[in-house]
Every structure is written in structure tokens, then in C-alpha cells.
């Protein structure tokens, strides 16, 4: 297949272009500059977001888009103006890839837009599957509900629209979880908050795979869970760290100093929401990493 892929140099659209590669497929990356960017046999670069481009020309023919692109969520503390570039990132590369695929000849097939499991809100004692469809509150809930709708506009043009909500991305260098790690490689790490906020976290693996599941799997649309089938309580899932790491989990984090310390984007790691991934099971998805020590173990113990 021919997959485009916007974000495709971040951390999920590199681990995803790697993934799919292997995979046989030719994969299209949405770029804003080609000329620093080295192509391989199987992958190009298209540029895309400029003053004159027209990336439709480059892109005819191609079986699948995958949008990733936009302003990282822990890219600083959350002020006003980091707020609009969350969401004005988001909504800008999504209206552009409905604008190409409105303007191919050939539709794609499917359109996969990533999203977040912030959609649910936080919540200590529910359970979330892709059957709550009422939103949360608060900026991220609101954010990936913009996102949501302008990603489900690509259903005019007869595209298959998948919503991938990410849960806590579990990766060796970029994401969460080098900063969750940090405290346990210095003997100071312990709970975080109250410790009962839920993490329903996923292997970077799996993103890529689910991703390319959903791709393949023609009766996969709408919103899909991208979590492990274990979620765990911040408490277990640092205890856990510890246990992989052999390292003490003693040495609380109030979570006030959080809040302090990061204002509004402490909710990240304060709050939470046990999520579960009905529709990859439904669907006969399998995880390569369902278990959390597992996860690590593979993430943390590797060259």
C-alpha cells in the first residue's frame, strides 16, 4: 500500500513509518522542508503547509492517510499561548489533509487521525471504552473533541475515518516516560499525587501496530482505544517501574508541588482515566506488550 503520513518524523510517525516499512508498504511523509530530510527506497517526502505547495501532486494514488502532526501536550507549561498552538496545530494540518484528499482524483481508502483518551475526561472509579461517547471537560477534552470533528469531515468524500486515542505512550527516550523514570534512577522514586489516578498506558509498539491494524482492517472506523488491555493505578504502575528498574519506589511526590510546578499541565500525571481497548479486541488485535513489566522490561532493559 501507499500510506501518507503527516508527523511522520515524530516519535509514533518515525516508530510507524519503521513499523509499516517492514511491512512492504511505501510510505509519503508530509514534510514542511524536503531539502534536510534523506529519502530511502521505500520512503518519500512531500512538502506540504507552504506559501506554494501543492502536496495533492505528489500524493495521487495513495491508499491511506495518517494524520500524527501537531504541537506536542508536553511541550511546556500550558499557557494561553501554548494552548491555541495545541489546538491550532492540530486543526490546521487536519483541515489541510481534507483539503488534499478533497482534491485527489483518487479518495484514499482510509483517513487515521491520531487523538487522545483525554477525550473521557478523568475519572478514579469509571471505566471508559469507545462506547462512552459523551465528552469530558477541561482543555484536553475539549481539544481532542475540535480535533475529533474536523478529522470525521473526510467521511464526505466516501474515506473510511479512524480516531485513534493514544493512551500514555510508553518509549526508551521521548514521551512520559523518561521524566517517570528519572526520580528511580536517582533512589528518590515513589507516588506520585494520591496514587490512585489510573494510567492507561501503551507500549510504543502497539501504537504503530494498531495503527497499521486499523489500516488493513476495513471494518475498523470511528473512535478506537490505543491502550494496553491492563491499565494500572499510578501507585502499581511505580511500584512496577521500581521492580523493573530495581530501584526503591519510597519517596512521595505531593501533588501539590506538581501543580506548582507545572500549573495546568500537572493534570497529565495527577489525573487520569482507566481506559480499555474494546474495539482492537473486538477486532482480533494482538498486543505485543499487555502487561506492564513486560513493557518496561523491554523498553528499559534495551540498547
Same mark, same amino acid.
Given at each position: 500500500?501507499?500510506?501518507?503520513?503527516?508527523?511522520?518524523?515524530?516519535?509514533?510517525?518515525?516508530?510507524?513509518?519503521?513499523?509499516?516499512?517492514?511491512?512492504?508498504?511505501?510510505?509519503?511523509?508530509?514534510?514542511?522542508?524536503?531539502?534536510?530530510?534523506?529519502?530511502?527506497?521505500?520512503?518519500?517526502?512531500?512538502?506540504?503547509?507552504? &506559501?506554494?505547495?501543492?502536496?495533492?501532486?505528489?500524493?495521487?494514488?495513495?491508499?491511506?492517510?495518517?494524520?500524527?502532526?501537531?504541537?506536542?501536550?508536553?511541550?511546556? +507549561?500550558?499557557?494561553?499561548?501554548?494552548?491555541?498552538?495545541?489546538?491550532?496545530?492540530?486543526?490546521?494540518?487536519?483541515?489541510?489533509?481534507?483539503?488534499?484528499?478533497?482534491? $485527489?482524483?483518487?479518495?484514499?481508502?482510509?483517513?487515521?487521525?491520531?487523538?487522545?483518551?483525554?477525550?473521557?475526561?478523568?475519572?478514579?472509579?469509571?471505566?471508559?471504552?469507545?462506547?462512552?461517547?459523551?465528552?469530558?471537560?477541561?482543555?484536553?477534552?475539549?481539544?481532542?473533541?475540535?480535533?475529533?470533528?474536523?478529522?470525521?469531515?473526510?467521511?464526505?468524500?466516501?474515506?473510511?475515518?479512524?480516531?485513534?486515542?493514544?493512551?500514555?505512550?510508553?518509549?526508551?527516550?521521548?514521551?512520559?516516560?523518561?521524566?517517570?523514570?528519572?526520580? %528511580?534512577?536517582?533512589?528518590?522514586?515513589?507516588?506520585?499525587?494520591?496514587?490512585?489516578?489510573?494510567?492507561?498506558?501503551?507500549?510504543?509498539?502497539?501504537?504503530?501496530?494498531? @495503527?497499521?491494524?486499523?489500516?488493513?482492517?476495513?471494518?475498523?472506523?470511528?473512535?478506537?482505544?490505543?491502550?494496553?488491555?491492563?491499565?494500572?493505578? &499510578?501507585?502499581?504502575?511505580?511500584?512496577?517501574?521500581?521492580?523493573? &528498574?530495581? +530501584?526503591?519506589?519510597?519517596?512521595?511526590?505531593?501533588?501539590?508541588?506538581?501543580?506548582?510546578?507545572?500549573?495546568?499541565?500537572?493534570?497529565?500525571? $495527577?489525573?487520569?482515566?482507566?481506559? $480499555?481497548?474494546?474495539?482492537?479486541?473486538?477486532?482480533?488485535?494482538?498486543?505485543? %506488550?499487555?502487561?506492564?513489566?513486560?513493557?518496561?522490561?523491554? @523498553?528499559?532493559?534495551?540498547?
Amino acid at each position: 500500500m501507499k500510506i501518507a503520513i503527516a508527523g511522520g518524523t515524530g516519535l509514533i510517525g518515525s516508530t510507524l513509518t519503521d513499523y509499516l516499512v517492514e511491512k512492504g508498504h511505501h510510505i509519503y511523509i508530509l514534510t514542511r522542508n524536503r531539502s534536510n530530510k534523506k529519502e530511502k527506497p521505500q520512503v518519500k517526502f512531500v512538502e506540504w503547509l507552504g &506559501m506554494e505547495t501543492e502536496p495533492e501532486k505528489g500524493l495521487e494514488g495513495v491508499d491511506a492517510f495518517v494524520n500524527l502532526a501537531g504541537e506536542s501536550i508536553n511541550g511546556g +507549561r500550558w499557557t494561553d499561548t501554548q494552548k491555541r498552538k495545541i489546538i491550532e496545530s492540530r486543526i490546521t494540518s487536519t483541515k489541510e489533509i481534507n483539503r488534499i484528499i478533497k482534491a $485527489l482524483k483518487q479518495k484514499p481508502e482510509v483517513l487515521v487521525n491520531a487523538s487522545a483518551i483525554g477525550y473521557y475526561g478523568t475519572s478514579q472509579d469509571k471505566t471508559f471504552t469507545e462506547k462512552d461517547e459523551i465528552p469530558g471537560t477541561g482543555f484536553l477534552a475539549s481539544t481532542v473533541l475540535a480535533w475529533e470533528k474536523e478529522a470525521e469531515h473526510a467521511k464526505a468524500f466516501g474515506v473510511r475515518t479512524v480516531l485513534t486515542r493514544f493512551g500514555i505512550v510508553l518509549d526508551k527516550d521521548e514521551g512520559a516516560l523518561p521524566q517517570m523514570v528519572l526520580p %528511580y534512577k536517582m533512589f528518590v522514586g515513589g507516588k506520585i499525587g494520591s496514587g490512585d489516578q489510573w494510567m492507561s498506558w501503551v507500549h510504543i509498539k502497539d501504537v504503530a501496530g494498531a @495503527i497499521a491494524f486499523s489500516i488493513e482492517n476495513k471494518k475498523i472506523d470511528g473512535p478506537v482505544n490505543v491502550t494496553a488491555p491492563n491499565p494500572l493505578q &499510578m501507585k502499581d504502575f511505580g511500584k512496577t517501574v521500581g521492580k523493573v &528498574m530495581k +530501584r526503591p519506589h519510597w519517596f512521595p511526590t505531593p501533588g501539590f508541588a506538581l501543580k506548582i510546578a507545572l500549573g495546568e499541565m500537572s493534570e497529565l500525571v $495527577l489525573e487520569g482515566q482507566k481506559v $480499555l481497548p474494546d474495539k482492537l479486541d473486538k477486532y482480533g488485535y494482538k498486543f505485543f %506488550y499487555i502487561h506492564l513489566d513486560d513493557a518496561l522490561s523491554n @523498553i528499559l532493559q534495551s540498547k
